[in-house]
């Protein structure tokens, strides 16, 4: 507000509806309902996907288009949050909205099939296929991918129940976009806050990669019941190697900064 930068009150009202969220979730649990597919979880991971979708959409695009200028690409990203952005923003927010009030209206599948498509399509215009050699920058498109992706699953699930089973869909949400986002920004935020070249060594794939096959596993789970209990156990603990291994990778360079630098 002292800056009158205006356009970032969006971040709290997202974080305010984050917040609200995580309230009623805790609120339905104490009432003894099923708190995982109540509307405290919907509203929470609404918000957070909201975020990645506002957030993510700027920094995918502007670190992508640092990363290629350097290398004197001859194709760059479009600019972020032209017309077709909030355009897929505004699309996205009503799949949102009509998902957390009404999760399996067929009016809630269409919309959010519709929010899938248009961020697919915003994905593409981000030029990922050319940062390949990159994986900390390929990563930043791997983890947006999973918008969309987890906008078509809930859809197919809306629509053709069964297909991927709720939760197994949400999963692409949950574990997908907001899990590989963050290891995603902390690896890189880690790198540059203490000096490092800004580039992925091999821990740091691998780390991706268990985090990548935790989300696919667990989907999996909702596919194939008959096999969930073995493939629960495979994303659980490639989830746990996936963060366990950022601690191990990233902790001595974090532990190495002076306490006023770290965050």
Same mark, same amino acid.
Request: hydrophobic residues 60%; glycine residues 12%.
């Given at each position: 507000m002292?800056?009158k930068?205006w356009?970032n009150l969006?971040?709290l009202?997202m974080l305010?509806?984050?917040i609200?969220g995580?309230?009623?979730?805790h609120?339905?649990?104490?009432?003894g309902?099923?708190?995982?597919?109540?509307?405290g @979880?919907? @509203?929470g991971?609404g918000a957070?996907?909201?975020?990645?979708?506002v957030i993510?959409?700027r920094i !995918?695009?502007?670190?992508t288009?640092n990363w290629?200028v350097?290398?004197?690409s001859?194709v760059?990203?479009v600019?972020?949050?032209?017309?077709?952005?909030?355009?897929?923003?505004?699309?996205?927010l009503?799949?949102?909205?009509l998902?957390?009030?009404?999760?399996?209206?067929? @009016?809630?599948?269409?919309?959010?099939? @519709?929010a899938g !498509?248009?961020?697919?399509l915003?994905?593409?215009?981000?030029?990922?296929?050319r940062?390949?050699?990159e994986?900390?920058?390929?990563?930043l498109h791997?983890?947006?991918?999973?918008?969309?992706?987890?906008?078509?699953?809930?859809?197919?699930?809306i629509?053709?129940?069964g297909?991927?089973g709720?939760a197994?869909?949400?999963?692409?949400?949950?574990?997908?976009?907001i899990g590989l986002?963050?290891? #995603?920004?902390m690896t890189?935020a880690?790198l540059?806050h203490?000096?490092?070249?800004?580039? #992925?060594g091999?821990?740091t794939?691998?780390?991706y990669l268990?985090l990548?096959?935790s989300v696919f596993a667990r989907?999996?789970?909702?596919?194939?019941?008959?096999?969930?209990?073995?493939?629960?156990?495979v994303?659980?603990?490639s989830?746990?190697?996936?963060f366990g291994?950022?601690a191990v !990778?990233?902790?001595?360079?974090?532990?190495?900064?002076? #306490?006023?630098k770290?965050?």
């Open positions: 002292a800056g930068n356009r969006i971040v009202a305010g509806g984050f609200i995580n309230a009623l979730f609120w339905e649990a104490a009432q309902e099923y708190a995982a597919q109540g509307y @979880l919907r @509203l991971l957070g996907i909201m975020m990645i979708a993510g959409g !995918v695009p502007s670190f288009r290629l350097k290398r004197r001859a760059l990203p600019a972020p949050m032209q017309s077709f952005d909030k355009v897929a923003l505004a699309a996205l009503v799949a949102l909205l998902w957390v009030a009404l999760p399996l209206g067929t @009016l809630t599948g269409l919309a959010l099939a @519709l !498509v248009l961020h697919a915003r994905l593409a215009r981000w030029a990922g296929h940062t390949f050699v994986p900390l920058v390929t990563v791997a983890a947006y991918a999973f918008v969309p992706l987890g906008a078509l699953a809930l859809a197919a699930e629509l053709a129940p297909s991927f709720m197994g869909a949400q999963h692409f949400w949950m574990a997908g976009a986002m963050t290891l #995603a920004v890189r880690t540059g203490t000096g490092q070249n800004l580039s #992925a091999a821990g794939v691998a780390i268990a990548i096959l989907v999996a789970g909702g596919v194939f019941p008959e096999f969930s209990g073995p493939l629960h156990t994303a659980g603990l989830w746990i190697v996936a291994g950022f !990778v990233y902790g001595a360079l974090l532990l190495r900064l002076p #306490a006023a770290r965050v």
